[in-house]
């Protein structure tokens, strides 16, 4: 009996949690992919391309990081991939990703539990651009 | 320019599905899980090392399973515990703070270590300032918080 209560239970909990992110998340999907199938997240990394120097990447790494924060990791790798970069720079990268990528869907699903998503997308960019700039300076 | 709507749309449904399985399966596994001795048993392991950085019992399981596993399981029990109130909402706060920055730390990683990125350092500094970052969010900002939520009850 308790058996079928555990499943009756998890069930009536994730019916209930995941609703409450999904109907959240739908839109937000739909408008980031949108953005990208426009061609419009390129010309949004060119902002971005002045500040890459001093987390210690290329300027053309921009790409790969405005992909990782608004989709996820695979795009950014696949952004990443022609580039040819150093075991220190992908580390970097990797390590800035690590902590800021897909912060549309991400942001939404964590701020279900009622913190501000405003300031986890901040708190998010600078740690990762702290970590990437701490990175780079001591890795010699 | 040649916009695909629909494609979007059935992408964002499919991780929709997604999550929903995930979520799902996950809370019913957590359900046997806490229903059993080993429950108490992990929480007493993980007690000590999570009021170091100020997070207390309840949330230290979410923790490692959003540390492992990944944000869309981390934040499955963590939305449980907020909504069966076993959480305060300094716990809630750092929680979703630590998760923010250091969740699914392997399967992240793995990807730029194929790569060919150094993948010590990036679970280490990822942990590192995840956990500077809580002990200073703990000291300084919630501080108050939970003093107020404690004058409450």
């Known amino acids: 009996m308790e058996f079928l209560n555990n499943i009756k239970n998890g069930l009536r909990n994730g019916l209930k949690i995941s609703t409450k992110i999904i109907v959240y998340m739908l839109p937000f999907y739909v408008v980031v992919d949108i953005l990208e199938q426009s061609g419009y997240l ?99 | 320019m040649d916009l695909n709507i629909t494609q979007s749309v059935i992408g964002a449904c499919l991780l929709s599905l997604k999550i929903f399985v995930i979520i799902t399966l996950l809370l019913i596994v957590y359900e046997f899980y806490e229903n059993s001795r080993f429950y108490n048993w992990t929480k007493k392991i993980l007690d000590r090392p999570m009021q170091t950085i100020g997070i207390s019992s309840n949330a230290s399981i979410t923790m490692v399973v959003g540390i492992v596993l990944g944000i869309a399981y981390g934040a499955g029990i963590l939305l449980k515990n907020v909504q069966e109130k076993k959480m305060n909402s300094k716990d809630i706060a750092l929680t979703s703070y630590f998760l923010a920055v250091c969740h699914a730390v392997f399967e992240d990683t793995l990807l730029f270590v194929a790569v060919g990125a150094n993948g010590f350092i990036i679970i280490g500094v990822r942990i590192l300032l995840a956990v500077i970052l809580i002990s200073i969010l703990n000291k300084y900002i919630f501080r108050t918080m939970a003093e107020s939520s404690e004058v409450g009850r």
């Open chain 1, 42 to 140: 390129s010309k949004i990394s060119l902002i971005f391309k002045p500040i890459m120097g001093v987390l210690g990447l290329p300027s053309e790494a921009a790409v790969a990081i405005i992909s990782g924060m608004l989709l996820n990791l695979y795009p950014a790798i696949a952004a990443m991939a022609p580039l040819s970069l150093s075991i220190k720079e992908i580390t970097i990268l990797g390590l800035f990703l690590g902590i800021a990528h897909n912060l549309v869907i991400e942001t939404i699903i964590l701020s279900r539990s009622g913190v501000k998503a405003y300031s986890v997308v901040i708190l998010r960019i600078a740690t990762a651009c702290v970590a990437a700039m701490g990175v780079n300076i001591l890795w010699t």
